[in-house]
């Protein structure tokens, strides 16, 4: 992860070089998002974080140094060895069905997407009955105009893009 409180270009530098002498087949490289509503946006005020110009430094460095270390960028945050590309990336960037195992996953199956409960009572009440542990208000199916719009978002975060 880039951008984090007190992270400087050398020591992320230093962080890429320690993860690539490990030899790993896929590494995902992520940016530091800050959201609404969480503590660390309460107190980014006060957090040391590298400016906007330090973390496209960061990004740019990591394409370069994993690079030039055998790795394929393939998807925006994410860089593999040949053939060891994430198929649940790939999958899921490229619109495959997939369905959320667990508390609070999310689920994309026959255009539909939708999440499963994240209270954990009910979520175990549910599972007790032999219920679906979905949660029924977060359905949402999609339609064809959704569906193209999705197609070139999540297709841009491919290397690869998208077709015309």
């Known amino acids: 992860m880039y951008g984090i409180p007190e992270q400087t270009t050398s020591s ?7 993860v690539i002498a490990l030899q790993p087949e ?12 969480t503590p660390f946006f309460e107190m980014q ?10 973390e496209c430094d960061m990004y740019r460095l990591a394409a370069d140094k994993l690079s030039a270390a055998g ?3 393939y998807e925006i945050s994410n860089y593999a060895k040949k053939n060891k590309e994430c198929s649940h990336n790939v999958g899921y960037w490229t619109g495959v069905d997939y369905i959320g195992l ?21 979520y175990k ?10 949660d029924w208000d977060t359905v949402c199916h999609l339609k064809e105009e959704s569906k193209i719009e ?4 999540l297709g841009l975060r491919m290397m690869c893009g998208v077709s015309r």
């Open 12 to 18: 992320f530098s230093e962080t890429l070089d320690a």
């Open 26 to 37: 896929h590494i995902s490289a992520y940016g530091l998002i800050i959201e609404e509503g």
């Open 45 to 54: 005020e006060s957090l040391p974080l590298p400016s906007e110009d330090t």
């Open 71 to 73: 790795y394929s960028h």
């Open 102 to 122: 667990g508390l609070g996953a999310a689920s994309l199956f026959e255009n539909a997407r939708f999440s499963n409960l994240r209270d954990i009572e009910i």
């Open 125 to 134: 009440e549910a599972s007790d009955k032999a219920q679906l542990p979905t």
């Open 150 to 153: 999705e197609f070139m978002f």
